[in-house]
């Protein structure tokens, strides 16, 4: 295919029609970043989600092609929002599930990854102590001189004598600290894949919408809900939920008046009865 004096790959042509038919099938669409996530984890969640969803990962050029034509075919709104928050390295992930279930299958999957070389660790590493089942020789002192381990040798294999912190949560990771926690098989780093913007059938989820605290968010609007009812009350404004408190509150009042103003109404007979004893019982206590 040529467009003006351009000539378009093949493969891109069929990778962009790929994705229309993607967008064609599926009605929710959320973009995943892949740049801090591993190959392992990608095959391991396409696995998890096999028959639920696909997840396709193409340059951005060509995601945001097959934005725009499914847009021409389709008049779908806000594809334009999806294709303004498609990073530089992304996964389209198409599904019919709710983008809330996607969200909870990609928190129950989590990995513990080895720390990357001269990136800030975001927690403590440890190294436990035990057999780090490596061979004696010179990674010994890669250990000692490279992570300050205390290590001794028995049975011909490395130990580490107790437990060692190598790096405070904050810190640098630098080439040959993380290639020697690797060795040792340290796997300190909690790996997520998370839904960075979603598009549900024209609607719009940005990420902090979709990890939005629902417990949290359930609270405030019942108390706000409590506060406005509370308030409409004080304000005597009538609607199907005021109606009934305001006709309790007007039937308290009305008959705390009662009591008040010299009035004899046959039906309280019983009630002025009760007012008369409660206040000779007061009398008396104080005469007392």
């Not at 969803?53 to 193409?58: D, E, G, K, L, T």
């Not at 440890?126 to 040798?153: H, Y």
Request: net charge negative.
């Amino acid at each position: 295919m040529v467009i003006g004096e351009k000539h378009i790959p093949q493969y891109k042509i069929d990778e962009v029609n790929y994705l229309v038919d993607l967008f064609k099938k599926y009605k929710n669409v959320a973009v995943i970043e892949v740049a801090h996530i591993n190959d392992r984890q990608i095959q391991s969640i396409k696995k998890i989600l096999r028959g639920k969803a696909i997840i396709r990962m193409s340059k951005k050029s060509l995601q945001t092609r097959a934005i725009e034509q499914y847009k021409e075919e389709s008049g779908k709104e806000n594809l334009d929002e999806l294709a303004k928050h498609i990073p530089g390295q992304s996964s389209l992930v198409f599904t019919n599930m709710d983008i809330f279930e996607l969200k909870r299958i990609f928190l129950e999957n989590e990995w513990m990854v080895p720390a990357k070389p001269d990136e800030v660790t975001p927690v403590d590493i440890w190294v436990p102590a035990g057999d780090t089942g490596l061979p004696t020789g010179q990674v010994i002192s890669e250990l000692n001189m490279t992570l300050r381990l205390p290590t001794r040798i028995q049975n011909d294999t490395i130990w580490v004598r107790e437990d060692t912190r190598t790096h405070k949560a904050g810190e640098i990771v630098d080439i040959k600290q993380a290639a020697v926690l690797k060795k040792l098989g340290i796997r300190p780093i909690e790996s997520l894949i998370r839904i960075h913007f979603a598009w549900a059938d024209g609607q719009v989820y940005t990420e902090d919408i979709i990890y939005m605290d629902m417990e949290q968010f359930q609270e405030n609007i019942a108390s706000c809900y409590m506060t406005a009812k509370t308030l409409a009350i004080e304000l005597g404004i009538i609607d199907e939920d005021t109606i009934e408190p305001l006709i309790q509150k007007a039937h308290r009042e009305a008959m705390g008046l009662l009591f008040e103003v010299p009035i004899f109404v046959d039906d309280m007979l019983e009630e002025y009865i009760k007012k008369a004893q409660l206040n000779a019982l007061a009398l008396d206590q104080r005469l007392k």
